[in-house]
Each structure stands twice: as C-alpha cells, then as structure tokens.
C-alpha cells in the first residue's frame, strides 16, 4: 500500500456530493446503448444521463475546493500538506475524466457516482468494511468483487486509491480456489484493479477536454 500512496504522490506532484443510483429512463435519457458502451462488455451502468452531468457538475465544483487546498497548503509553506492535496486532486481530476469520457463516448462509465464512505487500515487485522456481508461461497463472493469494483471505481482520494488496492489483496486470498477462479468475481476485481492503476495516474488515462 505505502508503494502504490507513493506512486500517487509522485504522480500529483508533477468527498463529494451523492448522485442518485437508479436505472436510466426511456431512450431520451439513457446514457448510452449496450453496444456504445462496451462492445463485447457487459457491464451497463444504473445512471442515466442526467445523473451523470448532475455528478459532473458537483465533480468540478470538488475540483475547485481540491485546487484552492493545494494553493493554501503552497501559502502556507506546508509541504506535506501540499503533497497529500495534491495527490488528492490528481486522482479526482482522473476520476473526472473518466466520467467525461463517459458521458462523451459511453464508455470507461464507473458502476456508481456517489462516493461512498471508505475507511480501512490495511496495517490492521480488521477486514474492510462492505455493504456486502464478507463470506466466500461463490454467490457472495461475486456479490463481493461487484461491490470492489464499483468501490474502487469510484475513489476521488489518494488514499481511497492506495488503501482499496490493499483491501482487494486481503479479500483476494480467502475464498477457496475453484470460488476464486470464477469468471464473473475475477472479472469484477480485474475491473476493480484497472480503475485504481488509471486513478492512480498509472497506465491508460484521459486527457481532459480543452
């Protein structure tokens, strides 16, 4: 975890408000076709298209706040401070884009908008607290890794980013076997590690539009 915070901090050096979560409407507010958005992926996002320039609205008015924190910490002289907030707008800025692309091309659209409360320590015997109850049959599994994936999707922190990465290597190793090396749950938690290493400026990201 402490390598991966790194990487985001080198990266940037160089919450927010909830969305609603339900199914889109007719055709008139749907965020994009099956096919506009994954081609031969599944996954369909439970937003519409006026949630997603809602969520883009409330994103860049967090940007804003994340900018004038980097700028305070500068006038300040507070170096530390200055690098965790900076590190926090990089990943929110990636975020962002990723919900640009979304709504431009439909694709690369995170499971959910909201940014939901997130804390784990992986320096703690504790597990990562879920919404989804933690057992390892293959039923709550899958239930599980959907849940990372959206989870991890869905960090604007460069702790969020750091501390989930953790949290999935935990979780990773506990089902059995045979329940770990189901398509549907891998999938889940590749999605899930794809949205952390673009998050965490690594990989593929999305330039912001001028």
Same mark, same amino acid.
């Given at each position: 975890?402490?390598?991966?915070?790194?990487?985001?901090? #080198?990266?940037?050096?160089?919450?927010?408000?909830?969305?609603?979560?339900?199914?889109?409407?007719?055709? %008139?507010?749907?965020?994009?076709?099956?096919?506009?958005?994954?081609? %031969?992926? %599944?996954?369909?996002?439970?937003?519409?298209?006026?949630?997603?320039?809602?969520?883009?609205?409330?994103?860049?008015?967090?940007?804003?706040?994340?900018?004038?924190?980097?700028?305070?910490?500068?006038?300040?002289?507070?170096?530390?401070?200055?690098?965790?907030?900076?590190?926090?707008?990089?990943?929110?800025?990636?975020?962002?884009?990723?919900?640009? #692309?979304?709504?431009?091309?439909?694709?690369?659209?995170?499971?959910?908008?909201?940014?939901?409360?997130?804390?784990?320590?992986?320096?703690s015997d504790a597990d990562p607290k879920l919404d989804t109850p933690l057992?390892?049959?293959?039923?709550?599994?899958?239930?599980?890794?959907?849940?990372?994936?959206?989870?991890?999707?869905?960090?604007?922190?460069?702790?969020?980013v750091a501390s989930m990465d953790a949290a999935i290597d935990t979780l990773?190793?506990?089902?059995?076997?045979?329940?770990?090396?189901?398509?549907?749950?891998?999938?889940?938690?590749?999605?899930?590690?794809?949205?952390?290493?673009?998050?965490?400026?690594?990989?593929?990201?999305?330039?912001?539009?001028?």
């Open positions: 975890m402490r390598t991966l915070l790194g990487l985001l901090l #080198v990266a940037a050096c160089g919450g927010s408000s909830p969305s609603p979560q339900h199914p889109g409407g007719g055709s %008139d507010t749907t965020l994009a076709t099956h096919d506009q958005l994954a081609g %031969d992926d %599944d996954f369909q996002p439970p937003y519409n298209k006026a949630d997603l320039e809602k969520a883009l609205i409330a994103e860049r008015a967090a940007e804003a706040t994340a900018e004038k924190a980097v700028m305070d910490a500068d006038f300040k002289g507070d170096d530390d401070a200055k690098r965790a907030a900076a590190a926090d707008l990089a990943v929110r800025r990636r975020f962002i884009a990723s919900l640009e #692309v979304c709504q431009s091309q439909g694709h690369e659209c995170p499971p959910r908008l909201d940014d939901p409360a997130w804390t784990y320590d992986a320096s057992r390892f049959d293959l039923e709550d599994w899958q239930k599980v890794t959907a849940e990372l994936h959206a989870r991890a999707c869905a960090c604007r922190t460069a702790a969020c990773e190793a506990r089902p059995m076997q045979d329940v770990r090396g189901d398509a549907t749950a891998s999938l889940s938690v590749t999605r899930a590690r794809e949205c952390l290493t673009r998050l965490a400026g690594r990989g593929r990201t999305y330039p912001r539009p001028d």
